[in-house]
């Protein structure tokens, strides 16, 4: 048991770290002094450095080399993930596409789609958005109602909105998940695409949350035409497909939830500063139990990556650490605003925007609800609870709701 | 990066569930709560015959030169089962002799399980408190630690230490007092004079307690450093955290277990979302744990700096884990999980009395605030 890399980590890390230190001086600034303000700006900026950290290597670690990828492991991954914590530059700004999305069309895309769409993905020249999530689809996702319709031609029509899309707004393709046959049971007639997002028909909306930002969009398509051989993993398999990304969803949640920042020893930072709460022993009360349950989400973090060096994936159990972290962190808002009054609700102040943030993150990637029934039935094995839609084709199951009701 | 279990440490598991399963632990701690006294087994000669007594002892010295984390493998396992063990005391005593020249004669003994040993343990200095300081007989002001007079070249220590797991029948009472305001080991024989152990038992029959009253009592003085006393404490501390995952690891199986057969209303209990959800929170805390024990078992060695966090996290999670499996463990089975006849009251009771022991869950839990403070004002 232990934490150290070994001899070959030790020294790819160098080699990153020595990349870094190089490169540094040329990444964008978005905190603090000389820190760029447009927003346009810091997009076109934080793509040209993705564009350098993919040439330098340190974009798709894990990506085969055939893809502009190293083909290196999570490890790696993580290793290069802290070293450009450490170095303080941001990192790739189509972390959804990198992460998630590219893996998909790596696993299921047809040679076209791989050699037209992986390499500007990686360097950042395009894009991408994840368009699985909608109104009605969110837990239950294969309940979308995006519906494509094939023409004679082979091409495909598609009508229907999907929501809580992060980058849409300068996107330059996404994921869809669709509806391509209602006459079959839901999980059966589904189908991923590729949409290019300035498509005739696509509007995207900015999405305000509690904080007054737009973190995500909503997604309009109105009879938009989308190409014969944008239909990634075949028709009516969309599905299997979705769940890979998911499968890679849990990887990059499971390899970077520290980097989320939501960690005991900022918090603990917080209250240090203060004379009267550090002494306090409901405050060092809460402090201690939120903190110590964050520590263990590090340590499961470091067993996940243990598991992965061994070529095991991570399965739905990851998402315990994320009701931990989302908990663990709204629990430290509320402690740290007591302690500090007012004032840390004070807008632009960093804990205003975690306060806000996180009452949605609770339901982002899996609310906490269905996560839980999704590890009670597949990790403890208890049974699901009855359901009303198996075996029904789509079409049929509006109207048994309607009459339920 | 590793932190996964070894072969040997598997092996080393295995082994221990085999061992422990031999013995009819529950129905006999229910007899002893009804008052049958012999009705504990001795796991003593179990546990020497599978060398545990030696785990933290040198190869040198006849032990098995094994580090924290595979003593914290073999107390899960006892707290799967409840086992009445004496290791809880044992361990932490072997840990700060072996770190200690001066008590090097006394290991070989101990070792085989020949002698045993049990910990005095006496809580380090924090971020509050500047002191060292034991559990106090009731309430909630604590007591000081024991003093120490030279004594050519040895001590006598006199002091009042309550609630020590295992001191009963112990041979050896290992553990810290404050000489000259310094704090040192001090190893003191069990049938010396001035040592008094009254053996007590509380809520839990499967724990074995003692008050320890120590007056001018003989001692080896030991050269242990200051972290390896403090060490033995947080040692303490990650073992009663492994024990207690054990505890609800085996709270959690059941429970399982029980809400897929149960049925109400044509459907098994466990398929309601309240009780599924109340078992996944169950495993979720008991997975934090588990980490934590990792943590723990790394920085004993690998960053002692963080061992107080590490152990003391721990501590903090394990203890609400078994909190939280015990009661639920007793509502999923209904009413028939808080009677007599069931062993959910024998996990509620372990939950019960650990809670208080060894400081306390909640002063575990203040530690880890403290530490964290700490790290605060350093960085």
């Known amino acids: 048991m232990d934490l150290d890399d070994t001899q070959e980590q030790a020294a790819y890390r160098a080699q990153v770290r020595a990349w870094l230190d190089e490169h540094k001086s040329e990444a964008p600034v978005l905190d603090g002094a000389g820190a760029l303000q447009d927003e346009s700006e810091i997009i076109a900026a934080r793509r040209a450095w993705q564009g350098k950290l993919a040439e330098g290597g340190l974009a798709g670690v894990t990506w085969p080399k055939d893809f502009g990828g190293q083909g290196l492991g999570p490890i790696e991954q993580v290793i290069c993930n802290q070293e450009i914590a450490k170095a303080k530059v941001p990192g790739i700004l189509d972390a959804i596409g990198v992460g998630m999305l590219g893996p998909t069309i790596i696993a299921h895309g047809t040679d076209e789609q791989k050699s037209r769409y992986l390499g500007p993905m990686l360097h950042g020249d395009e894009v991408w958005c994840q368009l699985f999530s909608e109104p009605a689809a969110g837990s239950d996702l294969a309940a979308v109602q995006a519906r494509a319709r094939q023409q004679d031609d082979g091409s495909w029509r598609l009508s229907g909105q999907k929501v809580w899309t992060t980058n849409a707004q300068f996107a330059s393709y996404g994921l869809l998940l669709a509806r391509t046959d209602s006459d079959v049971p839901k999980h059966k007639g589904l189908t991923m695409f590729i949409v290019p997002i300035e498509a005739e028909g696509v509007t995207v909306r900015g999405l305000r949350q509690i904080s007054g930002e737009a973190e995500f969009n909503e997604v309009f398509f109105d009879d938009v035409a989308i190409d014969a051989d944008s239909v990634v993993g075949g028709v009516g398999n969309g599905w299997g497909t979705a769940l890979t990304t998911l499968m890679f969803e849990r990887v990059t949640i499971g390899l970077g939830s520290e980097g989320m920042g939501y960690n005991s020893n900022r918090f603990a930072q917080a209250i240090a500063s203060d004379a009267e709460a550090r002494r306090d022993p409901e405050v060092r009360h809460a402090l201690g139990e939120i903190a110590s349950e964050l520590l263990a989400v590090r340590f499961t973090g470091y067993r996940t990556l243990s598991a992965l060096q061994k070529g095991q994936v991570p399965g739905p159990e990851s998402g315990l650490a994320k009701i931990t972290i989302v908990n663990g962190a709204i629990k430290a808002g509320d402690l740290i605003a007591d302690v500090l009054g007012p004032d840390a609700l004070s807008e632009d102040g960093e804990w205003a925007y975690m306060i806000s943030f996180l009452p949605g993150l609770k339901s982002a990637g899996g609310t906490e609800e269905i996560l839980r029934n999704t590890i009670g039935e597949r990790v403890l094995g208890l049974p699901p609870a009855p359901r009303l839609d198996k075996g029904i084709p789509f079409s049929e199951l509006r109207s048994k709701e309607a009459a339920a009701a | ?379």
């Open chain 2, 1 to 379: 990066m590793n932190l996964s279990l070894s072969d040997e440490q598997v092996f080393l598991r295995e082994a221990a569930r085999g061992t422990l399963s031999r013995f009819k632990t529950f129905e006999s701690i229910r007899e002893a709560l009804d008052g049958k006294a012999d009705a504990l087994p001795d796991l003593w000669p179990a546990a020497k015959e599978a060398g545990w007594p030696g785990l933290l002892i040198a190869e040198e010295h006849g032990g098995a030169g094994l580090d924290a984390f595979e003593a914290m493998l073999v107390l899960g396992e006892c707290g799967r089962v409840l086992a009445p063990i004496a290791l809880l005391g044992h361990l932490p005593a072997t840990a700060i002799l072996n770190d200690s020249p001066a008590g090097a004669s006394l290991l070989q003994a101990l070792a085989s399980g020949e002698r045993r040993a049990a910990y005095l343990p006496v809580s380090p200095p924090d971020d509050v408190s500047p002191t060292w300081t034991v559990d106090p007989a009731s309430g909630s002001q604590r007591g000081p630690a024991p003093t120490a007079t030279a004594d050519g070249d040895g001590a006598r220590v006199s002091g009042q230490l309550s609630f020590v797991p295992d001191a009963p029948g112990a041979d050896l009472l290992v553990g810290v007092a404050l000489l000259d305001g310094k704090p040192v080991g001090v190893a003191i024989e069990a049938d010396a004079s001035g040592v008094t152990v009254e053996a007590t038992t509380r809520y839990d029959a499967s724990r074995s307690l003692g008050h320890v009253t120590l007056k001018d009592a003989p001692a080896v003085v030991l050269d242990a450093g200051e972290q390896s006393l403090a060490s033995a404490w947080y040692l303490a501390q990650s073992l009663v955290a492994a024990e207690s995952l054990g505890s609800v690891e085996t709270a959690l199986d059941v429970s399982v277990e029980y809400a897929k057969e149960r049925h109400t209303f044509g459907r098994a209990i466990g398929s309601y979302q309240a009780v599924k959800h109340s078992l996944t929170e169950v495993l979720r805390q008991l997975d934090n744990g588990r980490s934590l024990l990792y943590y723990a078992g790394w920085a004993r060695v690998g960053g002692p700096a963080e061992f107080p966090l590490a152990a003391s996290a721990a501590r903090s999670v394990a203890g609400r884990a078994l909190d939280q499996a015990s009661r639920t463990m007793i509502s999923v089975h209904g009413g028939t999980g808080a009677t007599w006849e069931h062993d959910a009251p024998l996990y509620f009771r372990r939950a019960q009395l650990s809670r208080r022991l060894l400081g306390g869950t909640n002063r575990a839990t203040d530690r880890v605030a403290g530490e964290l403070l700490a790290q605060a004002d350093a960085a």
